[in-house]
């Protein structure tokens, strides 16, 4: 079967050149997928950051300080949001998780689970 694609502009493809133009137009989309996730990485991990000062560098924290890496998502979720809803007493994790939205703590709960404790 001989492949064959006509546009509206009278632009004729067929066979190889159908091929070639499909495989370069996935590459191109591939590429700006990944470049989006990468930046969402990134947008995480820097919200993440934020956290170092007291809970430690890559969420591994000193002596005294809970650690966050290595702990389960929906528990990291299910603290912030009771922080975030002043649920559950603090000195200051209720004032900086409601500078998070709901979606940004899900987030950073996926990327402390993700980590090696």
């Given amino acids: 079967m001989k492949l064959r694609c006509r546009c509206e502009h009278g632009l004729s493809f067929r066979g190889t050149q159908l091929n070639h133009l499909l495989k370069a137009l996935t590459g191109v989309c591939l590429a ?42 929906e528990d990291f979720v299910k603290k912030m ?3 975030k809803t002043d649920k ?4 200051l994790m209720h004032q900086l998780s409601k500078g998070f939205t709901d979606a940004q703590i899900e ?5 402390f689970a993700a980590l090696k404790k």
């Fill in 81 to 83: 949001m009771d922080f």
């Fill in 32 to 73: 700006v997928l990944s470049s989006w996730a990468s930046a969402d990485a990134l947008q995480v991990r820097g919200m993440a950051a934020s956290c170092s000062a007291c809970h430690g560098t890559h969420g591994i924290a000193q002596s005294g300080m809970e650690s966050l890496a290595g702990v389960a998502k």
């Fill in 88 to 91: 559950k007493p603090a000195t």
């Fill in 107 to 111: 987030q950073m709960g996926a990327y």
